[in-house]
T-cell receptor, first 111, second 114 residues
Framework: TQLLEQSPQFLSIQEGENLTVYCNSSSVFSSLQWYRQEPGEGPVLLVTVVTGGEVKKLKRLTFQFGDARKDSSLHITAAQPGDTGLYLCAGAEGGYQKVTFGTGTKLQVIP | GAVVSQHPSWVICKSGTSVKIECRSLDFQATTMFWYRQFPKQSLMLMATSNEGSKATYEQGVEKDKFLINHASLTLSTLTVTSAHPEDSSFYIC??????????FGAGTRLSVL
């Protein structure tokens, strides 16, 4: 079973601060996805990164896929209370849609 | 709007009863769907892959006789928790891939077994 370790597990910051969430594995993935999940709801896809070294930006969120396609990071600039939620990375193998989820990072942004 | 519908969103049942959860892809066909379980403050754990027209593929440690999966059509997969017990209480989530690297999740079903 492939493991995706996320760090930190919990993060509580003030509005306006920056933060980075890491997703690490010993396995190589063909693609890596980031999701945000709110309590009582299913995960919502934020981004998919495919190419080693790829960087994608989504407004204040910056996603990076490691060169070796084993790790990824999510950086949020000027966090807002609306960013509060559980952030999950998920790795996919080949063209198959089966993904393995990371351990999760619970983010709380305090107004 | 939602592209994957999951029903019910919340169910409470007595110990020993069976509960069926439905997962529908609303405007696309899905030959494969996935079922996950999520315990409080934890990540999603894949339980099984639902395959239209064939048997589901279960992850290691998941009892196939307890968690029955039926992929009845190209838009519907069901998960039946048989003889539910309190330890089966959890948040169950389905997903359906629409295209490569694009997967949509249902809103989840919270199961409480008394």
């Amino acid at each position: 079973t492939q493991l995706l370790e996320q760090s930190p597990q919990f993060l509580s910051i003030q509005e306006g601060e920056n933060l980075t969430v890491y997703c690490n594995s010993s396995s190589v993935f063909s693609s890596l996805q980031w999701y945000r999940q709110e309590p009582g709801e299913g995960p919502v896809l934020l981004v998919t990164v495919v190419t080693g070294g790829e960087v994608k930006k989504l407004k204040r969120l910056t996603f990076q896929f490691g060169d070796a396609r084993k790790d990824s990071s999510l950086h949020i600039t000027a966090a807002q209370p609306g960013d509060t939620g559980l952030y999950l990375c998920a790795g996919a193998e080949g063209g198959y849609q089966k993904v393995t989820f990371g351990t999760g990072t619970k983010l709380q942004v305090i107004p | 709007g939602a592209v994957v519908s999951q029903h019910p969103s919340w169910v409470i049942c007595k110990s020993g009863t069976s509960v069926k959860i439905e997962c529908r892809s609303l405007d696309f066909q899905a030959t494969t769907m996935f079922w996950y379980r999520q315990f409080p403050k934890q990540s999603l754990m894949l339980m099984a892959t639902s395959n239209e027209g064939s048997k589901a593929t279960y992850e290691q440690g998941v009892e196939k006789d307890k968690f029955l999966i039926n992929h009845a059509s190209l838009t519907l997969s069901t998960l039946t928790v048989t003889s539910a017990h309190p330890e089966d209480s959890s948040f169950y989530i389905c997903s359906a891939p629409r295209a490569k690297n694009i997967q949509y999740f249902g809103a989840g079903t919270r199961l409480s077994v008394l």
